[in-house]
């Protein structure tokens, strides 16, 4: 009497075992680093939508929030309004957004580069560092 029975060896399951872990390594190498840039283009990407809401409340009062205000005049007027009359109802931005790493963008008015800084501080929420720790602002490229 010969055994019927079949089934995979040891040896087959670690072989199949192997060449899905390499696939998997495979997989995130390539996922990581686009996870990376993902962020940082979404941060981009809020950071023009806020630029284009101040520009907006610019025009309708005649002056950018100042610091104090901060990007919270793009959702409520503030209580320091001198014409309240000129604020766009509903506000210019329906919610603030967070930057991709959870922390609110920075707003300081007037900036050092001009009218308005407004950025975010990277993955590691410190200013400067390099690569996804660079910090992100309206006038970057």
Same mark, same amino acid.
């Given at each position: 009497?010969?055994?019927?029975?079949?089934?995979?060896?040891?040896?087959?399951?670690?072989?199949?075992?192997?060449?899905?872990?390499?696939?998997?390594?495979?997989?995130?190498?390539?996922?990581?680093?686009?996870?990376?840039?993902?962020?940082?283009?979404?941060a981009r990407s809020d950071i023009a939508t806020l630029s284009q809401a101040l520009?907006? #409340?610019?025009?309708?009062?005649? $002056?950018?929030?100042?610091?104090?205000?901060? !990007?919270? %005049?793009?959702? =409520? @007027?503030?209580?320091?309004?001198?014409?309240?009359?000129?604020?766009?109802?509903?506000?210019?931005?329906?919610?603030?957004?967070?930057?991709?790493?959870?922390?609110?963008?920075? #707003?300081?008015?007037?900036?050092? $580069?001009?009218?308005?800084?407004?950025?975010? !501080?990277? %993955?590691?929420? =410190? @200013?400067?560092?390099?690569?996804?720790n660079a910090d992100i602002s309206a006038n970057d490229g």
């Open positions: 009497m010969q055994n019927s029975e079949r089934g995979f060896t040891l040896v087959e399951l670690m072989v199949v075992i192997f060449i899905i872990g390499l696939l998997a390594t495979v997989v995130v190498i390539n996922v990581l680093p686009s996870q990376d840039r993902a962020m940082t283009e979404k520009e907006m #409340y610019r025009l309708d009062n005649l $002056t950018y929030p100042n610091s104090s205000e901060g !990007l919270n %005049a793009l959702t =409520a @007027p503030p209580p320091t309004l001198t014409q309240p009359g000129r604020y766009r109802s509903g506000g210019y931005i329906k919610k603030l957004p967070q930057d991709p790493w959870g922390r609110p963008y920075q #707003y300081i008015s007037p900036g050092q $580069t001009g009218a308005f800084d407004l950025y975010s !501080l990277g %993955a590691d929420g =410190a @200013p400067g560092g390099g690569n996804e």
